[in-house]
């Protein structure tokens, strides 16, 4: 059970983190900035992956772990314990913000600013990149290394920076599906639950063509 707590203790920590930064930006007027929410949920990242790589592999992402389930790095078994701590870990998250701040509309939840098929491409193609650093800087379905936090981190934290204003750049239904329950804001939700999957697995097959070494399976 370690391996599942430390999904829920890491998605817990994303949730809540990057969300109250966008809850906390919004109350007051722009202290933080989009700039700065952006690093919160990069530094969050890189603190999890720091903390509990070696434990779980510090996915706190579904489309992570499906990911690597689809790469053969990750049994099938796993996957669905996996989602299921990443989901509770995000509600409850989104739940502690509610209480924090009970008279916040979206609670940091991931809403299209444009179309939805505009953000339903831009988080494939977020995703896609996220997934593909993780899966060239990750040994089997572990994300720790001495810099694999930084280079995971780094990347969610641009990509929140680029995509941000535009669909939320989410590129995890974890993140996307707890703050959207428990504010009621599910009209877009599925943009946020499909496309990072679909990004996740684009990659992998993309991995599968350019690297000379084998992407997947258990001796990758």
Not at 33 to 44: D, K, N, P, Q, R
Not at 103 to 112: D, K, M, Q, R, S
Not at 174 to 194: D, F, K, T
Not at 207 to 212: H, N, V
Request: glycine share 12%; hydrophobic share 50%.
């Amino acid at each position: 059970m370690n391996k599942y707590l430390a999904e829920y203790i890491g998605t817990f920590i994303l949730v809540f983190a990057g969300t109250s930064a966008i809850v906390v930006n919004d109350i007051s007027s722009g202290v933080i900035s989009h700039l700065g929410v952006s690093a919160v949920f990069g530094l969050a990242v890189i603190s999890v992956i720091y903390t509990f790589g070696d434990i779980s592999g510090a996915h706190i992402n579904p489309a992570v772990t499906l990911g690597f389930w689809f790469a053969k790095r990750f049994p099938g078994r796993e996957v669905l314990p996996y989602i299921i701590s990443q989901s509770a870990g995000a509600v409850t998250a989104s739940v502690v913000v509610m209480l924090l701040f009970p008279g916040h509309e979206t609670l940091g939840a991931t809403i299209p600013s444009g179309s939805n098929m505009q953000s339903f491409v831009l988080e494939i193609i977020l995703t896609f990149i996220l997934m593909l650093t993780i899966i060239h800087v990750s040994t089997g379905a572990k994300e720790k290394g001495l810099m694999a936090g930084v280079a995971i981190g780094g990347v969610v934290a641009f990509e929140a920076m680029l995509g941000g204003p535009v669909s939320g750049a989410s590129m995890n239904p974890a993140r996307s599906l707890g703050p959207a329950l428990i504010s009621g804001q599910i009209e877009s939700l599925w943009i946020y639950l499909i496309a990072p999957v679909t990004g996740a697995f684009i990659a992998i097959l993309s991995c599968r063509c350019t690297r000379e070494q084998p992407c997947c399976g258990p001796n990758a």
